[in-house]
Structure formats: structure tokens, C-alpha cells
């Protein structure tokens, strides 16, 4: 991977020097964007730039509308029947719990790399290109398919409203069209295109709506809350007073209704897409994707205290859970408050699942790996406009066309993986950040200036591998130059001996072992979740790997603890934003929640996502690889970048 060494010989073959140039695109990574590489001052314009509009209760409308759907009003019942019974709160709480370590994560590197782009930007900065892009791949899926199954769901519920499934107006109403069976759902398409056009006036503008839909959603929460609370004091809420005690199926019970309701906490992630157009995005992201997560899990909890207190759990309806817990105690009128608060969930979720997408695809097309057509963003406006409404476009066709609810479990493979990729490059940016950025090749200049600088200022018997080591790496070429009044490239055995006393030296070795105790995290945790979900395996094999998985795992978290985090995560990025506490504990945590999770979501989700992943994977090879930003980008170590600006800056002046 790309974070175990950061300097390596090429040589070989003709066709040797092939494979390594094209596993080098794939690990290769860009700088965080800053006052130095924002499109503006790269040869962009200034029509490139978002607006800095947000505030934090715009994030916060952003992060709970994302994440409160419709689901939550059918999740209390199913999960309570089958998994948790009582317990639903616990199961709530410690979704709740695992879905902050991930926010913990996200705040972060939201605020250290304030950019649009979300968990695909903090990859290709930290992890490599090839990672980035699956993962901008599949966040791609992500979004289309949660907005289109979203609008599917919009319809029948406001046809509830009108009086009965049918009862919408036919221009409206679903239709099947004859001789091929499909189900066409017009509303569903008026909808993503009426959402498409908000969000094409403007980041601000949009927000606000998204606001006062989620909190007519938060509002028929609350009546549930407090009508529902005064029917359990009232009626000694004997949904608590079973036989069976609170755990009736156990802690395992409780455990796999938490596995199953995580998916609600699954949203919050949309602020961080946001973070080019915060004001104040060091101070604001992390405090606008923990107020929103923290809204989210205390209403989930009284939600769901509420209602299995109202209703014996096997008695719920898993249809229409919340709507039956009231009709039961005769206030049958509810119904129609609640299924407003679903219908509002509804848009609120489809307007947080349409406004990231083409954020992502305008942060890829900036990086060359999709068509600028992407990036273009309104100069009145100052939204990606072009990639809103491809977006919608798209997502309208899928919604019109097809029931993508059979597509759904691939919107949480792309959900899981960028909560992977987003801890996996917490442990990188503590232990290994860059110690080398990418730079245009247009700075060739000033990188000989300030190589010729470090070069005068050392002395002849002193070789400061860290200070005098400036790279000069191309796509086609990775030779690093070391630099002194003694020593160049034509001495290759002095070159050869300054890189072995680099290995001798303990910062080198410091970030080779952090290097491969992440490595060996990640596939100690691959190992393990494998194991404990392969229940069709032969016993004995099953705990061996499980065993082997665990001391692997167990083996990367001690040697992080043991060993001193990089002095550069100091400086690394934009300063002054949150620190993720407990780390590595806490995100070798959260990846070995959502490896689980993720091995978990079935044979049949998977071929689904391989095939996408596959074109994907197809799309960068022919394209993406070849006309990324950083083909012809010239590394130089991450301590003299901005000497190197700088002395450009003086050169043009």
C-alpha cells in the first residue's frame, strides 16, 4: 500500500517498468487543498469556487435531514419483533455509539481537509488514487440508488394522506405499462426533479428548505414522543410488564438490533461533503456532525422507548408500528400526523442524498478523473450546476423506471467502505501523513531554487536526509535527488548508502513499522470478520482464522499504541479543527464495526456492487489514470512545499 514506504528503486524490464508505473498511479497522492492548490490559483478561475454560505444549523438541518427517513417509523417494529424486544433502546443507543466513531473520524479529516469530496478527498490525500477512486466510485452508486428508492417511497405515503393507495391523482398515481410489467412512478420523478431545481439555486437556499422539512419531520417526532408518553404513564405502559423481562432475546438479540438499525444513523456523512462551503469549516463541521448525530440518537431512543412501551413487542405491526401503537389505545387520528412526519423524512432524505453527488463528481472531475464538464460551477449561483442536474437526471430515470428497492443494500456498501477509508486515513494521517506532495511540474524552477538553497546550506561532511532529500518524481520517473555539497545522483553507491543510513535512521523506521502494523491491522480485521461471519465453515477452521485474525489485529493496535505518532499530523493540513480522541483504539474500532457490517450485507449485494465496481474500475484505466492531475505532477518533500511556492510567487513578482 501506499503508506508503507515513501521512497522505493524502480528498475528492470521494459515491461517490469509497465507494472510498476501503473501500481504507482494507483498509490499516488495529491496535497491537501489550501491558499497554494484551490482551482483559482492552479490556472483555474474563480468560477470554480463554492460559496462559503454555511453556517452550523444549516449543517445541522443537513446532517439530521439526511439521516431521519421513513425508516425509523418501520425499524421500531421490525427490529423489535424479531431481534430486541424492550431492549430496542439499548440496540438504538449502541448503533448510536458506533456510528459516532465514525463522526469522531469525519471531524477530523473535515476539518483538516476542508474540501468537497468527502471521504473520496481524505482517501486520495492519505491512502492513493486507486483507493479514491472506488471509493468515489461507489459513493457515486451510493447516492443515486438512496435517492431514487427514497422518491419510490415518497408516493404511497402521500397517497395515505389523500385517503387510500389509490387515491392519488392519476397523473400522479403509479401506473404499469402494458405488455412489460414495469411500474412507473411519476410522483417519484416530480419529485428528484423539484428537489434537482432547489439545490441548483443555491447551497444556502436549499439548505433552508431542507430546515423546515426536517423540522416538520422533528415536530411529528415529538408529538410521538410526548402524546405516546402520556398514554404509558396513563395506561402503565405494558409494554414492559412481560414475563420475559427486558431481554427476551438476550444480549445477542440486543446486539443484532443495533447491527440493523445502524443503518439509520447512515446520513450524517453528508455534511462533510459540504465542507468546501462552510465558513468557518475548522469550528463548524465537527460541531455540526456531532450536534446532528447526538439529535438523531435522542430521538431514535425516546422514539423507540416509547412505542415498545405503548405495545407488547410481539404484538407490534412490522408495517405500521408507531400508527398501530396509537390506533390500539383508540387515537386513530394520529396516523395522519405520522404520516406526514414520514412523507417530510422522505424529502428531507432525498434532498440529502441528491446534494452530495455532485459534489463528488465535481472533486473527481477537478482531479482529472472524470470530464470537466463536471467541475464547472455557476459563476451567479456558485453551485456545480452541471452536476446537479446530470444527478438529477439520472436519479429521476431510476425513480421513474425502475423499484430499486432490491438495489438498496448497495447504497450501505458505499456507506460502510467510506467509513473504512475515512479511519483507515485517521491511523495514516497520525502515523505516516505524506511526507511528499505533488506540485505542477510548471514549479520546476523553483524547486531547482530551493534544491540549490538546501544545498548551500548544509555543510560538505553532513548529510541531512530529511532536510536535503528533494524529490523529482513524475509519472515516468520516481528517483529521489539527494542533495548535498558531496553527494548526487551520479554517485548511485553514495546514493545507495544515504538510503540505507535513511533505514537505519529511527524516524524511518518509526514510519516503516507504523506502516505495516495498519497493514496488519486491516488484514487482521479482514481475517477476523471473515471468520465470525462464515458460519457454513468447518469449525475448527473457522476459530483457527478467527484466532489468527484476532492476534494480527491485536498485534497492529499494541505496536501503535507502543510506538510515537508523527510529528507532521501537526501541520498536516488546515490547523485548529478537531482532534479524534483514543486514537488508534478508536478508529481500528470503527473499522472492525463496519468490516463486519459490510461482510455481512450478503452474496447477492455484493455481485451487484462487484459489477459497478468492475466498470469502474474499467472507466479509470481508460481515462481516469490517464488524464488525472497528478500524471505529470513533480513530489517534493512536504517541509519545503511552501518554500517552494514561495519562491515561485517571488519569481513572478
Known amino acids: 500500500m501506499g503508506f508503507l514506504s515513501d521512497t522505493q528503486n524502480y528498475g528492470g524490464g521494459v515491461g517490469g517498468k509497465c507494472a510498476v508505473g501503473a501500481l504507482r498511479t494507483l498509490v499516488r497522492r495529491k496535497q491537501v487543498d489550501s491558499a497554494h492548490t484551490k482551482p483559482s490559483s492552479s490556472g483555474g478561475s474563480s468560477h470554480h469556487q463554492l460559496a ?13 435531514g ?9 425499524l421500531v417494529g421490525t427490529v423489535a419483533r424479531e431481534h430486541s424486544g424492550p431492549a430496542l433502546t439499548f440496540s438504538f443507543l449502541i448503533a448510536g455509539i458506533a456510528a459516532a466513531l465514525s463522526a469522531f473520524c469525519y471531524a477530523e479529516l473535515a476539518s483538516r481537509c476542508p474540501s468537497a469530496g468527502s471521504a473520496y478527498h481524505y482517501s486520495y490525500i492519505c491512502v492513493g488514487e486507486g483507493v479514491a477512486w472506488l471509493i468515489g466510485w461507489a459513493l457515486i452508486l451510493e447516492y443515486t440508488i438512496g435517492g431514487s428508492a427514497v422518491a419510490r417511497g415518497i408516493s404511497p405515503n402521500l397517497a395515505m394522506l389523500f385517503g387510500g393507495p389509490s387515491s392519488l391523482p392519476s397523473f400522479l398515481a403509479r401506473q404499469t405499462i402494458p405488455g412489460l410489467g414495469v411500474v412507473v412512478d411519476p410522483c417519484a420523478a416530480i419529485l428528484v426533479f423539484a428537489v434537482t431545481g432547489l439545490l441548483c439555486f443555491g447551497i444556502k437556499e436549499s439548505t433552508f428548505v431542507q430546515g423546515i422539512v426536517t423540522s416538520a419531520n422533528i415536530c411529528a417526532m415529538i408529538f410521538v414522543i410526548v402524546a405516546g408518553g402520556y398514554l404509558g404513564f396513563k395506561t402503565g405502559w405494558p409494554g414492559y ?12 438479540g440486543m446486539l443484532a438490533g443495533a447491527s440493523t438499525v445502524f443503518f439509520a444513523y447512515i446520513g450524517f456523512d453528508s455534511v462533510a461533503s459540504t465542507a468546501e462551503e462552510v465558513k468557518n469549516p475548522q469550528r463548524d463541521l465537527p460541531m455540526g456532525i456531532g450536534f446532528a448525530l447526538s439529535i438523531c440518537c435522542t430521538l431514535y431512543m425516546l422514539v423507540s422507548a416509547v412505542i415498545v412501551g405503548l405495545v407488547p413487542y410481539y404484538a407490534m405491526d412490522p408495517d405500521t408500528p408507531i400508527s ?4 390500539s389505545h383508540g387515537i386513530k387520528w394520529a396516523a395522519y400526523i405520522i404520516t406526514v412526519g414520514a412523507c417530510t423524512a422522505l424529502c428531507s432524505t432525498l434532498m440529502g442524498s441528491l446534494l452530495p453527488q455532485p459534489r463528488i463528481l465535481m472533486a473527481m472531475a477537478r482531479d482529472g478523473l472524470l470530464p470537466s464538464f463536471f467541475s464547472d460551477v455557476n459563476k451567479r449561483t456558485q453551485v456545480p450546476i452541471k452536476s446537479t442536474l446530470v444527478t438529477g437526471l439520472l436519479a429521476a430515470s431510476l425513480a421513474f423506471f425502475m423499484d430499486v428497492e432490491q438495489l438498496s443494500g448497495m447504497v450501505s456498501v458505499g456507506t460502510l467502505l467510506a467509513f473504512t477509508m475515512v479511519a483507515i486515513s485517521v491511523l495514516i494521517l497520525r502515523y505516516v501523513p505524506p511526507d511528499e506532495v505533488p506540485v505542477p511540474p510548471s514549479f520546476q524552477d523553483a524547486i531547482d531554487s530551493v534544491s540549490a538553497r538546501h544545498t548551500m546550506s548544509n555543510s560538505p561532511g553532513d548529510v541531512d536526509i530529511e532536510n536535503t532529500k528533494v524529490y523529482a518524481i513524475t509519472s515516468d520517473k520516481r528517483a529521489p535527488v539527494l542533495v548535498s555539497k558531496e553527494t548526487t545522483i551520479e554517485y548511485p553507491l553514495i546514493e545507495k548508502a544515504a538510503g540505507q543510513l535513511n533505514f537505519l535512521m529511527s524516524e524511518g523506521n518509526r514510519r516503516k513499522i507504523a506502516g505495516w502494523s495498519i497493514t496488519v491491522t486491516c488484514i487482521g480485521v479482514f481475517v477476523l470478520t471473515s471468520a465470525a461471519s462464515s458460519l457454513s465453515l468447518y469449525s475448527p477452521l473457522r476459530y483457527t482464522l478467527a484466532g489468527v485474525g484476532g492476534v494480527l489485529l491485536l498485534s497492529g493496535l499494541v505496536s501503535l499504541t507502543w510506538i510515537d505518532q508523527d510529528d507532521a499530523r501537526h501541520s498536516f493540513g488546515h490547523s485548529g479543527g478537531f482532534i479524534c480522541p483514543f486514537v488508534p483504539l478508536l478508529p481500528i474500532c470503527c473499522v472492525l464495526i463496519n468490516a463486519y457490517l459490510l461482510i455481512n450485507l450478503g452474496a447477492a449485494t455484493w455481485t451487484r456492487v462487484s459489477i459497478w465496481l ?3 474500475a474499467i472507466v479509470y484505466i481508460f481515462y481516469g489514470r490517464r488524464h488525472s492531475s497528478l500524471q505529470d505532477a513533480v513530489y517534493v518533500p512536504a517541509a519545503h512545499v511552501d518554500e517552494i511556492y514561495e519562491s515561485s510567487s517571488n519569481s513572478l513578482s
Open 241 to 252: 410488564e412481560l414475563s420475559a423481562g427486558y431481554f427476551p432475546f438476550g444480549a445477542d
Open 614 to 616: 468492475g466498470i469502474g
Open 52 to 64: 462559503k454560505a454555511l453556517t452550523i444549523p444549516h449543517l445541522i438541518a443537513i446532517g439530521v
Open 324 to 327: 398501530s401503537a396509537f390506533a
Open 66 to 74: 439526511s439521516t431521519i427517513g421513513a425508516g425509523v417509523y418501520i
